[in-house]
T-cell receptor, first 111, second 117 residues
Framework: DVKVTQSSRYLVKRTGEKVFLECVQDMDHENMFWYRQDPGLGLRLIYFSYDVKMKEKGDIPEGYSVSREKKERFSLILESASTNQTSMYLC??????????FGPGTRLTVL | AQKVTQAQTEISVVEKEDVTLDCVYETRDTTYYLFWYKQPPSGELVFLIRRNSFDEQNEISGRYSWNFQKSTSSFNFTITASQVVDSAVYFCALSERVTGGGNKLTFGTGTQLKVEL
């Protein structure tokens, strides 16, 4: 079975802190994705990567950056967390053109 | 730009009723994929089905069935004889190839299904 893991299920941070969300997949997928999920808005794509060291902006990249140094790992970085970044963050991976497999999510609260 | 519309925000049914979740999409691509995902209260999205734009055959898997109609740009999902365990948020999604390689998904806003005894 494909497994996508995320470093934390719940995280509480303070405004201005630098936040790292880690995602690891074990199926050698080329593509990895970061979404945030907010009530009434569905899933919105923040960033994605289709290869190591490659990254592409999604629909809402502002305030975020990413890093993909190894194929299996894709990190989302909040350089200076703000309260409007309180959300559920979901990581996913896939082979090209195929279904995405999701991690369990990280619920981030920024105080 | 691609768009996926799930007009039903919330549906409540009584157990054993049939229920259909609607999904309408917009795309300029001639080749694309459509997906349905389930998100139970635990929060993890579970893949249900992928449909290629060239394959308009309906699909049935147990109590689940999907109706893909290219003419109306719809990909509807029906649960027959619903059960309490079907209570979840269901998302429809559309794939899009992006410059430089890879695919990304555009999700609808989801339909919350509540199945009551």
């Amino acid at each position: 079975d494909v497994k996508v893991t995320q470093s934390s299920r719940y995280l509480v941070k303070r405004t201005g802190e630098k936040v790292f969300l880690e995602c690891v997949q074990d199926m050698d997928h080329e593509n990895m994705f970061w979404y945030r999920q907010d009530p009434g808005l569905g899933l919105r794509l923040i960033y994605f990567s289709y290869d190591v060291k490659m990254k592409e902006k999604g629909d809402i990249p502002e305030g975020y950056s990413v890093s993909r140094e190894k194929k299996e790992r894709f990190s989302l970085i909040l350089e200076s967390a703000s309260t409007n970044q309180t959300s559920m963050y979901l990581c996913a991976s896939s082979f090209e053109g195929h279904e995405q497999f999701f991690g369990p999510g990280t619920r981030l609260t920024v105080l | 730009a691609q768009k996926v519309t799930q007009a039903q925000t919330e549906i409540s049914v009584v157990e054993k009723e049939d229920v259909t979740l609607d999904c309408v999409y917009e795309t300029r691509d001639t080749t694309y994929y459509l997906f349905w995902y389930k998100q139970p209260p635990s929060g993890e999205l579970v893949f249900l089905i992928r449909r290629n734009s060239f394959d308009e055959q309906n699909e049935i898997s147990g109590r689940y069935s999907w109706n893909f109609q290219k003419s109306t740009s719809s990909f509807n999902f029906t649960i027959t004889a619903s059960q309490v365990v079907d209570s979840a948020v269901y998302f429809c999604a559309l794939s899009e190839r992006v410059t430089g390689g890879g695919n990304k998904l555009t999700f609808g806003t989801g339909t919350q299904l509540k199945v009551e005894l």
